[in-house]
């Protein structure tokens, strides 16, 4: 499939949302959780294709989300650090970032938009489906006037393994 | 049978003097062998097969991969965590399962 077709599809998205929602609030969030949506099937996707073996720490979790996921479906690779002691929040610093390629500002009057907001709701519900809660959010956006953009994760704890599903 | 299965891993895990990899493969009584393939998400894969099966392990991986993926996963109509009522689920799934060498 064309890059420039996602792109575009990505853009009409956010664009028709922005149509739908007054609010910035209300964008972002609904594309957080569309992004859940699509998080939630990727994971089967992602751990389908990458064979990927079992993580033992926060820090392989985060390096795998940058250097194999992001690789997969978006072709970059973002870099990783450890953002405070306790290691469970990083920081992932794109950049490049594809989804923007044909954007160079925020619409006048959406300051608050997190155009790429998306990309959280898919991180945030990949990883519920195994067994983590995180928040992840946009430190930095190189749209709103930012050096770089930056998504932070923050491992917040182990979800109980879910009740049966069977095959 | 979920609840031996649960048990059996479980046991498994327990009992690993190392870091368990793979886990619960298969076990297999005087009459049948069971197959067991544990997804990352909590999605478990059962085959029974006859004693002269060796590892289906491959045959559960190309089915999570190609079958469940490709048509349970990916077709946003299917809801997740209920049984699937896909009809093309359930015929690619018995063509594989019927092509497979043993």
Do not use: W
């Given at each position: 499939?064309?890059?420039?077709?996602?792109?575009?599809?990505?853009?009409?998205?956010?664009?028709?949302?922005?149509?739908?929602?007054?609010?910035?609030?209300?964008?972002?969030?609904?594309?957080?959780?569309?992004?859940?949506?699509?998080?939630?099937?990727?994971?089967?996707?992602?751990?389908?294709?990458?064979?990927?073996?079992?993580?033992?720490?926060?820090?392989?979790?985060?390096?795998?989300?940058?250097?194999?996921?992001?690789?997969?479906?978006?072709?970059?690779?973002?870099?990783?650090?450890?953002?405070?002691?306790?290691?469970?929040?990083?920081?992932?610093?794109?950049?490049?970032?594809?989804?923007?390629?044909?954007?160079?500002?925020?619409?006048?009057?959406?300051?608050?938009?997190?155009?790429?907001?998306?990309?959280?709701?898919?991180?945030?519900?990949?990883?519920?489906?195994?067994?983590?809660?995180?928040?992840?959010?946009?430190?930095?956006?190189?749209?709103?006037?930012?050096?770089?953009?930056?998504?932070?994760?923050?491992?917040?704890?182990?979800?109980?393994?879910?009740?049966?599903k069977?095959k | 049978?979920?609840?031996?299965?649960?048990?059996?891993?479980?046991?498994?895990?327990?009992?690993?003097?190392?870091?368990?990899?793979?886990?619960?493969?298969?076990?297999?009584?005087?009459?049948?062998?069971?197959h067991y393939y544990e997804t990352?998400?909590?999605l478990r894969f059962v085959l029974?097969?006859?004693?002269?099966?060796?590892?289906a392990r491959?045959a559960l991986q190309?089915l999570y991969?190609?079958i469940y993926?490709?048509?349970?996963?990916?077709?946003?109509?299917?809801?997740?965590?209920?049984?699937?009522?896909?009809?093309?689920?359930?015929?690619?799934?018995?063509?594989?399962?019927?092509?497979?060498?043993?």
């Amino acid at each position: 499939m064309s890059r420039e077709l996602f792109v575009l599809t990505y853009g009409a998205l956010v664009a028709q949302l922005c149509k739908d929602y007054e609010k910035d609030e209300d964008v972002n969030k609904y594309l957080d959780r569309m992004g859940y949506g699509i998080g939630i099937r990727l994971i089967e996707d992602f751990l389908a294709r990458s064979a990927v073996r079992k993580c033992h720490s926060y820090s392989e979790i985060a390096d795998m989300i940058a250097q194999v996921a992001f690789k997969m479906y978006l072709g970059i690779t973002p870099s990783v650090t450890c953002i405070n002691k306790r290691g469970n929040k990083f920081s992932l610093i794109l950049n490049k970032n594809p989804l923007v390629d044909f954007v160079e500002e925020l619409p006048a009057g959406r300051s608050s938009l997190c155009y790429c907001n998306l990309l959280c709701g898919v991180i945030r519900g990949a990883l519920e489906m195994i067994n983590l809660a995180a928040e992840v959010t946009f430190i930095q956006d190189r749209l709103k006037g930012d050096d770089v953009t930056e998504i932070g994760i923050t491992f917040l704890r182990k979800l109980e393994d879910k009740k049966c599903k069977k095959k | 049978m979920f609840g031996m299965l649960f048990s059996i891993r479980s046991f498994v895990a327990k009992m690993s003097p190392v870091d368990m990899r793979d886990g619960f493969l298969c076990f297999q009584t005087s009459k049948y062998k069971l197959h067991y393939y544990e997804t990352p998400t909590g999605l478990r894969f059962v085959l029974t097969t006859d004693l002269g099966v060796g590892s289906a392990r491959d045959a559960l991986q190309h089915l999570y991969s190609n079958i469940y993926v490709g048509l349970g996963v990916k077709n946003p109509l299917c809801p997740l965590g209920e049984p699937v009522q896909s009809e093309l689920f359930r015929s690619r799934l018995d063509a594989f399962v019927r092509a497979l060498p043993f």
